[in-house]
T-cell receptor
Framework: KAGVTQTPRYLIKTRGQQVTLSCSPI?????VSWYQQTPGQGLQFLFEYFSETQRNKGNFPGRFSGRQFSNSRSEMNVSTLELGDSALYLC????????????FGPGTRLLVL | QKEVEQNSGPLSVPEGAIASLNCTYS??????FFWYRQYSGKSPELIMFIYSNGDKEDGRFTAQLNKASQYVSLLIRDSQPSDSATYLCAVSGSGTYKYIFGTGTRLKVLA
């Protein structure tokens, strides 16, 4: 069974631009969670989508948004990029039952100049 | 108080020794506990999960859970240099569908 895939793997943007990241979950998984990982803050939860609905949201500004499609693929968008948005963005998928194992994709490394 | 706490390390152990990684959590309603391993520049990969009090063994890895003390640990027996990585503790299952991660413990296994 194919794992979680994320595209693109690397991105370089400049301040003020926007970016869209994509995540395809493991086949059959309906929940996709997004995380931001930086050296100083560790893994920070952005939001979770289940069956095309945002079920959970972390404490990030409104510049961070996401959506999920009917095939469970998910995208996240960051508008008006700031230098501090440079990070590894990870998505994780699961069937969506509470407390079950999440499986991570390889991540998208975003550098904002 | 952080929701999931781990010692950042680095924890250095000689090859062949037992590495003991610890994690405490604040939400008493938590039901599911996970250990992920993350190599530098890579994404987290699942090592073990544990739901019930006590020990759970999988090869060289043993997870231990004590819900009364809100404590979960990971023991790695016969540590190898390839075990050198950051180990993340994650907690879930308190009615929110959220997973809370600790900041990770960096393990260095010295050859």
């Amino acid at each position: 069974k194919a794992g979680v895939t994320q595209t693109p793997r690397y991105l370089i943007k400049t301040r003020g631009q926007q970016v869209t990241l994509s995540c395809s979950p493991i086949s059959g998984h309906r929940s996709v969670s997004w995380y931001q990982q930086t050296p100083g803050q560790g893994l920070q939860f952005l939001f979770e989508y289940f069956s095309e609905t945002q079920r959970n949201k972390g404490n990030f500004p409104g510049r961070f948004s996401g959506r999920q499609f009917s095939n469970s693929r998910s995208e996240m968008n960051v508008s008006t990029l700031e230098l501090g948005d440079s990070a590894l963005y990870l998505c994780a998928s699961s069937f969506g039952q509470e407390g079950e194992t999440q499986y991570f994709g390889p991540g998208t490394r975003l550098l904002v100049l | 108080q952080k929701e999931v706490e781990q010692n950042s390390g680095p924890l250095s152990v000689p090859e062949g020794a037992i590495a003991s990684l610890n994690c405490t959590y604040s939400d008493r309603g938590s039901q599911s506990f996970f250990w992920y391993r993350q190599y530098s520049g890579k994404s987290p990969e699942l090592i073990m999960f544990i739901y019930s009090n006590g020990d759970k063994e999988d090869g060289r890895f043993t997870a231990q859970l004590n819900k009364a003390s809100q404590y979960v640990s990971l023991l790695i027996r016969d540590s190898q240099p390839s075990d050198s990585a950051t180990y993340l503790c994650a907690v879930s299952g308190s009615g929110t569908y959220k997973y809370i991660f600790g900041t990770g413990t960096r393990l260095k296994v010295l050859a």
